[in-house]
């Protein structure tokens, strides 16, 4: 990985930051710093001192350009630009000292093209990082989507309900699906790992309903740069504007949204 834009290098300082801030605290957060924000949803003052660590970088590196922050930091840029960023994606995990969180960070262009994506592991110290049409990386070497297609031997991952249940059961329905066709499913509790994971070939598919752009923006990235396919459960590659996300390789993606047309409407 050479020569990276002015903004990859932002993006990966930023997200290096966010990550020093999580490895501080893992383990050591008390109750008064952790509150409800929504019904099982949760914010720390970790996720907010990352974000406010995160969008410092951003603005000072590029001060024209708009910020969309899962904790509600926004700004309104003139440049038409839009970093997309989640500081903690697995919240719950970290509050329960569970080592699966990640730190996403994304940029969007004028024409609404994901363009530089950061996926942040910072228990394990892996740096997922791509560009547009310039590959996919994880600590500087290139990764490509898994090439299984013997639905025996996949390993799938997905995300489940956790506070709205109207859809739960589509959800039961496709996942009793998938267990049929795949060796096995993990629920990670970050859809920024899950996507990462995708797009290194260490999962064969990724699926998952109910999601926001700061969760999948810089995965989403990283997976059509490794080479493969994302769509959400209409099979339509724009994205950002739905809550729906199914990635993997041609015979993965064709398989699984297949199952999501079944089961959900979308």
């Known amino acids: 990985m050479e020569n990276i834009s002015n903004e990859l290098h932002a993006a990966i ?6 990550g020093t801030i999580t490895l501080e605290k893992f383990g050591e957060l008390s109750h008064p710093e952790i509150r409800a924000k929504d019904f099982k949803d949760f914010v720390t003052d970790v996720d907010k ?4 660590a995160i969008s410092s970088i951003l603005s000072e590196s590029f001060p024209d350009d708009s910020l969309l922050c899962e904790e509600g930091t926004v700004i309104k840029g003139t440049s038409g630009r839009t970093w997309i960023v989640d500081p903690l994606d697995g919240t719950l995990n970290f509050i329960h000292s569970f080592p699966v969180f990640s730190v996403s960070i994304a940029l969007q262009n004028s024409n609404n093209e994901l363009i530089t994506g950061v996926v942040y592991q910072p228990v394990l110290n892996e740096l997922f990082t791509a560009e547009r049409d310039r590959g996919a990386y994880l600590n500087g070497k290139q990764i490509t989507i898994s090439s299984r297609t013997d639905k025996e031997s996949y390993l799938m991952a997905t995300g489940l309900p956790f506070s709205e249940y109207h859809y739960l059961d589509s959800t039961i329905g496709m996942l009793r699906d998938v267990i049929h066709d795949s060796a096995g499913i993990r629920r990670a509790g970050s859809a920024a790992i899950d996507l990462a ?7 064969d598919g990724f699926w998952e309903y109910k999601l926001f752009p700061w969760d999948f ?3 989403v990235l990283l997976v059509r740069e490794a080479g493969g396919t994302v769509t959400n459960f209409s099979g339509d590659a724009d994205v950002i504007n739905g809550q729906s996300i199914i990635a993997g ?3 993965t993606h064709t398989l699984l949204l297949e199952k ?3 089961h959900f409407t979308t």
């Open 13 to 18: 300082r930023a997200a290096r930051a966010a």
């Open 49 to 52: 001192a990352c974000e406010a």
């Open 260 to 262: 999501a047309l079944k």
């Open 249 to 251: 390789n041609n015979t």
């Open 217 to 219: 923006a810089a995965g």
């Open 197 to 203: 994971y995708t797009a290194c070939g260490r999962f």
